[in-house]
């Protein structure tokens, strides 16, 4: 039965009239948490077209793409799918042709490949039993035609994180997807599996069969915008404040309607860079030939480092060549083989979290999901993590001092420009680039300024706006003394902030680089 439900769903995707807007919003609003997150949104897609939709964090384009597929209820306007007014259900949408890819995958990590895809529209045999051959054979074929083939007898959970975004755009082209709606489908991507993504993605409607095919991507990335879109939408407030025709694009233009004023590169100060006031000489971080395992495999394979006060130090490096597990070893989240962790001059090679975190290391981890937030938390309650002694009361320290978290909060909240700054809301209701501003702000304020600051990927999935403010707080708290070792993905943004840069591949060093702001790294 689900075999056959899932085939009228794919030939009510293709037989339709091509004229039409594949997906129209008409003067929509969407209310979240008692405000509205959308307020009056126009908007369509035509076939053919890639259109960016773009925004600071919290400009509700994630809510847009949740109510066009029927995921959000909407509390004003219409919704049309192919010219037809529509109460929005994800059953519609996938009847209709739309398929929708989340930036944090819905994948089963224990199933195959080809078991995510046909999940819940399995080929049958004898119209009951699933015919295991034919899903493969069938997820083959759609990933060999269309630029994205990936095994489809491995598991998920043994594919890289490029691998898994192909399998969920596999998921939506099985049921018939005509239009995709991408929400930051490269936000965890390495910037060259984000260029080979958004060129098979563009390529999903250069052949006759798939030219009435679109596309609506989520993007915080102006240069994905400039490479792959034919429109740009900019949302601000919930609200569409501009739009941009290819003819107009300039990164400085979308940038500028994207967050309502001129955003600027931060640049390092060379003087800051090179000296800071009061600040000793010695190393407050020091790797001596560090070995990490993790799950059988050497990643990390006798990495020293060192790094003062005052100073920046980058890790560069495609994915998967050991930054994410040396970091984690530094960190005390992963036991070390061999080798030694020095902080401040105290060995904590054997030391926990507790111990590191004592003598003042903190961590901004790359997931902030999974390692950063307790997502059904207030924001009061996930700044005061790993701090809550701090904020004990009565016999015995056993309660928390509810208003004394909520004074501190509000006042971290607002330094830190976190939208919005109510203490009381839950973490999940923000943005990415606000739950981001959290976490930063929890290990830099919290307890004080650190002695050492982990900054994994600070920058992922965040607004142009969000990143100016996040890559001048790091320079902030360097130039007050804080030690930085900054692990990210984009070179750009090493070369931005980074005083030395060294690149990792297969778990070693191979390159050290001065990163000298009048030769910046290239």
Not at 12 to 37: I, M, T, W
Request: glycine fraction near 10%; proline fraction near 4%.
């Amino acid at each position: 039965m689900a075999a056959i439900c899932c085939s009228l769903l794919r030939m009510q995707a293709l037989h339709v009239a091509p004229q039409l807007p594949l997906c129209e919003a008409d003067g929509v609003s969407v209310r979240y948490d008692q405000k509205l997150a959308n307020e009056r949104v126009s908007l369509t897609v035509q076939p053919g077209e890639v259109v960016a939709l773009l925004g600071e964090n919290g400009a509700g384009k994630s809510t847009l793409l949740h109510a066009l597929y029927g995921l959000w209820p909407i509390c004003d306007g219409v919704i049309r799918y192919r010219g037809q007014a529509v109460v929005p259900s994800p059953e519609r949408a996938i009847a209709a042709g739309l398929g929708l890819i989340h930036q944090h995958f819905l994948l089963v990590p224990t199933l195959t490949v080809a078991e995510n895809v046909v999940l819940g529209c399995e080929p049958r045999r004898f119209g009951l039993l699933v015919d295991e051959k034919k899903a493969i054979e069938d997820v083959a074929a759609l990933g060999r035609a269309h630029g994205l083939a990936v095994e489809p007898r491995r598991l998920v959970s043994e594919l890289s994180v490029g691998e898994a975004q192909r399998v969920e755009i596999l998921k939506a082209l099985y049921r018939g997807a005509r239009l995709l709606l991408l929400d930051e489908p490269t936000a965890v991507l390495t910037p060259a599996e984000a260029t080979e993504l958004l060129s098979t993605l563009r390529g999903l409607m250069d052949k006759p069969q798939d030219r009435d095919r679109a596309l609506l991507i989520v993007t915080h990335k102006l240069d994905e915008v400039l490479q792959v879109a034919d429109r740009a939408v900019v949302m601000r407030g919930g609200r569409v404040v501009e739009q941009f025709v290819r003819s107009e694009f300039s990164a400085s233009g979308i940038a500028r309607a994207m967050v309502g004023r001129q955003v600027s590169a931060v640049v390092r100060s060379p003087r800051q860079a090179d000296s800071a006031d009061g600040v000793s000489s010695a190393n407050a971080l020091e790797v001596d030939h560090l070995v990490v395992e993790r799950d059988g495999s050497e990643w990390v394979r006798g990495v020293s480092l060192s790094l003062k006060p005052g100073r920046i130090l980058g890790i560069a490096g495609v994915a998967g060549n050991g930054q994410s597990e040396l970091v984690s070893a530094i960190a005390g989240l992963l036991p070390i083989k061999s080798g030694r962790v020095r902080l401040c001059g105290t060995d904590v090679t054997d030391g926990d979290v507790k111990l590191r975190s004592q003598l003042g290391l903190a961590l901004v981890p790359e997931d902030r999901h999974r390692h950063g937030l307790v997502l059904d938390m207030t924001l009061g309650e996930n700044l005061i993590l790993g701090h809550d002694a701090d904020f004990a009361r009565g016999p015995g320290k056993l309660l928390l001092d509810g208003k004394k978290i909520r004074t501190v909060a509000e006042q971290v909240l607002s330094d830190a420009d976190v939208r919005p700054a109510a203490q009381g809301a839950l973490a999940r209701s923000l943005s990415g680039g606000n739950q981001q501003k959290l976490v930063m702000s929890r290990a830099l304020t919290m307890g004080g300024l650190p002695k050492v600051l982990i900054a994994a990927q600070p920058t992922r999935g965040v607004d142009i706006g969000a990143i100016e403010s996040l890559h001048r707080t790091l320079l902030r708290s360097r130039d007050a003394g804080c030690a930085v070792l900054l692990l990210s993905a984009e070179l750009s943004e090493l070369q931005a902030l980074a005083d030395h840069i060294l690149v990792m591949y297969r778990g070693q060093i191979v390159a050290d680089l001065d990163n000298d702001p009048a030769h910046p790294v290239r």
